[in-house]
């Protein structure tokens, strides 16, 4: 392999420029961006180019010349006919990117359709998923003894009795702060004792589902996702399949059908240590009794916030785990999009619980409110 070079020589008082060597990757000199730049730079004098003695070019050495001469073709060139079918093959290239940037007044739009498409096509997967599901409870229903219990019982102690601790812990927490911040308004205006009516419907209404919704789909859900993900980077999903095993029976199912029944129990025991935490803070600040708080409570909070509360936790828990599990499907075998995906369930998960929260909260506000 021979040195890329160039020569100047001055023929009937006209420059010509004589490439000759190898013009690749390789045996171009370095730095290659201060060999772009001298060639701009002879290419500014509209000079002869000759490039008959070029021996070998690649794609970099094409690329390299055409940025040189600006895009275009210069208006004297000497060049072997495989040269210049390479670097047509660069001006192509360029040539097929350019419609895409004269349409810029309309890349926002495009945009826009392309994830109303993708969501979409993410929607029609999930609704097809739910379709097998319907199909895998009737078949359990014919056939009992197929029921998978021990991937029930042990998906339900994983995502219920592991979460008890953490969620007892933040709804704790968040029942402090909350009686802490609200009891210095009440107390402005003399109405400390509303700070029951004020934690137990915030607490057992939308506190509670909201936290244990976002608890596990950051905890639970982000599992399933990853455990079917590595399923499938592992091609153990395949495997099942070839043992003519059903992946949704055996997988999707017993996740769903778990979470839908630990979530709403969740929430029971989030709101609880809520009501605890508000009650502590609002006898050490406000020096209200634990007795005239409990007292209080049923009769300000009436029993249906926490039917919808437990409805909710329902919705949400069937919710959390179709989408991770829709989502751990969906994951090629490689580790970006297992990592891409995993991520991307969560947020939809968070982001679809806080939509349904939204519309269970509008469609519900004449129920259960004291008068």
């Known amino acids: 392999m021979s040195t890329a070079t160039i020569a100047t020589v001055e023929q009937a008082g006209r420059v010509q420029l004589?490439?000759?060597?190898?013009?690749?990757?390789?045996?171009m000199p370095r730095p290659i961006a201060s060999l772009e730049l001298r060639l701009r730079a002879l290419a500014s004098g509209n000079p002869h180019w000759d490039l008959q003695s070029i021996v070998r070019m690649d794609s970099a050495g094409a690329?390299?010349?055409?940025?040189?001469?600006?895009?275009?073709?210069?208006?004297?060139?000497?060049?072997?006919p495989r040269h210049r079918l390479l670097i047509e093959r660069v001006e192509r290239l360029r040539s097929e990117s350019e419609p895409l940037r004269s349409r810029d007044a309309l890349a926002g739009l495009v945009a826009a359709g392309r994830l109303v498409l993708a969501a979409v096509a993410q929607l029609a997967a999930i609704v097809a998923l739910i379709g097998q599901l319907l199909l895998d409870v009737l078949y359990l229903c014919r056939h009992p003894g197929d029921v998978p219990w021990r991937e029930f019982s042990a998906n339900l102690y994983k995502s219920g009795a592991q979460a008890l601790p953490v969620t007892a812990l933040i709804g704790f927490l968040i029942g402090v702060v909350?009686?802490?911040?609200?009891?210095?308004?009440?107390?402005?205006?003399?109405?400390?004792v509303f700070i029951v009516n004020l934690l137990g419907i915030s607490i057992v209404r939308e506190l509670g589902p909201m936290l244990v919704a976002v608890l596990v789909a950051g905890r639970s859900g982000s599992a399933m996702t990853a455990q079917i993900g590595v399923m499938r980077v592992t091609e153990e999903i395949d495997a099942l399949a070839t043992m003519g095993v059903s992946r949704s029976l055996r997988l999707v199912l017993p996740k769903v059908v778990a979470l839908s029944v630990a979530m709403p129990l969740l929430v029971v025991w989030c709101s609880a240590a809520g009501i605890v935490g508000g009650m502590v803070s609002a006898n050490l600040q406000m020096d209200l009794s634990y007795g005239f708080f409990i007292d209080t409570l049923p009769k300000v909070v009436p029993v249906s916030n926490l039917w919808i509360g437990m409805s909710k936790g329902v919705a949400f828990g069937f919710l959390i785990a179709l989408i991770a599990c829709h989502f751990g499907l969906r994951v090629k075998p490689n580790t970006e999009s297992l990592s891409s995906q995993t991520t991307t369930s969560v947020v939809?998960?968070?982001?679809v619980a806080i939509l349904v929260d939204a519309v269970a909260a509008i469609l519900t506000r004449h129920i259960g409110m004291p008068l």
């Open 18 to 27: 004589r490439l000759a060597g190898d013009w690749t990757l390789a045996t």
């Open 63 to 80: 690329i390299l010349l055409w940025r040189a001469w600006g895009r275009q073709w210069p208006a004297a060139l000497d060049i072997s």
């Open 178 to 192: 909350l009686s802490y911040l609200s009891a210095l308004q009440l107390s402005t205006f003399g109405a400390d």
């Open 348 to 351: 939809t998960s968070i982001t």
